[in-house]
T-cell receptor, first 118, second 113 residues
Framework: AQSVAQPEDQVNVAEGNPLTVKCTYS??????LFWYVQYPNRGLQFLLK??????LVKGSYGFEAEFNKSQTSFHLKKPSALVSDSALYFCAVRPPTIYGGSQGNLIFGKGTKLSVKP | NAGVTQTPKFRVLKTGQSMTLLCAQDMNHEYMYWYRQDPGMGLRLIHY???????AKGEVPDGYNVSRLKKQNFLLGLESAAPSQTSVYFC????????????FGPGTRLTVL
């Protein structure tokens, strides 16, 4: 079955330190990969996506993610965390159409709560 | 430019009651989606639409119906609400496919007693 895993329910980081939020996937072929962020009582906001090309993707608010095909991972990173980065982060994947992906088929992970302390 | 709006923001229903959630977008997007978010389960796709007059089932469609009579609106209906439908419901839209950035509404918190 196609799936997305975010192995950490919560990540705690001190402000100014680098942060990593992990995501791995189990999908046939080359998937399309996304990161979204959800602030309290809000809808999700797009951060970045990988479609094809350079494995390092840069997104909003200084975030970046690296697509690693051999490890089937798409970890989210930021060099220096801010308290305002505290939120719920979702990794999502859309399998290629030939491998069962449909136009509506975005599979979300369960989310990782990021807490950045001053 | 309001983006994606959802009505209502909160609702409490009794088991067996019906209701309709309204989603509206002013970005001229072709694709629209309804998700539910439950603790520890991420977002799960209920139904989606690839254009006016079309709808399709997502991962968890049972107990829900949808309609897309106008391009800017996507309605989610619960004909006979059940406690298992207690959740936060999010609508989203995207330009031409789910590969495009999805823009989310603020959510509707529904409680079924």
């Amino acid at each position: 079955a196609q799936s997305v895993a975010q192995p950490e329910d919560q990540v705690n980081v001190a402000e100014g330190n680098p942060l990593t939020v992990k995501c791995t996937y189990s999908v046939s072929g080359n998937p399309y990969l996304f990161w979204y962020v959800q602030y309290p009582n809000r809808g999700l906001q797009f951060l970045l996506k990988y479609i094809t090309g350079d494995n390092l993707v840069k997104g909003s608010y200084g975030f970046e993610a690296e697509f690693n095909k051999s490890q089937t991972s798409f970890h989210l990173k930021k060099p220096s965390a801010l308290v305002s980065d505290s939120a719920l982060y979702f990794c999502a994947v859309r399998p290629p159409t030939i491998y069962g992906g449909s136009q509506g088929n975005l599979i979300f992970g369960k989310g990782t709560k990021l807490s950045v302390k001053p | 430019n309001a983006g994606v709006t959802q009505t209502p923001k909160f609702r409490v229903l009794k088991t067996g009651q019906s209701m309709t959630l309204l989603c509206a977008q002013d970005m001229n997007h072709e694709y629209m989606y309804w998700y539910r978010q439950d603790p520890g389960m991420g977002l799960r796709l209920i139904h989606y639409s690839v254009g006016e007059g079309t709808t399709a089932k997502g991962e968890v469609p049972d107990g829900y119906n949808v309609s897309r009579l106008k391009k800017q609106n996507f309605l989610l209906g619960l004909e006979s609400a059940a406690p298992s439908q207690t959740s936060v419901y999010f609508c989203a839209s995207s330009w031409l496919s789910s590969v495009d950035t999805q823009y989310f509404g603020p959510g509707t918190r529904l409680t079924v007693l």
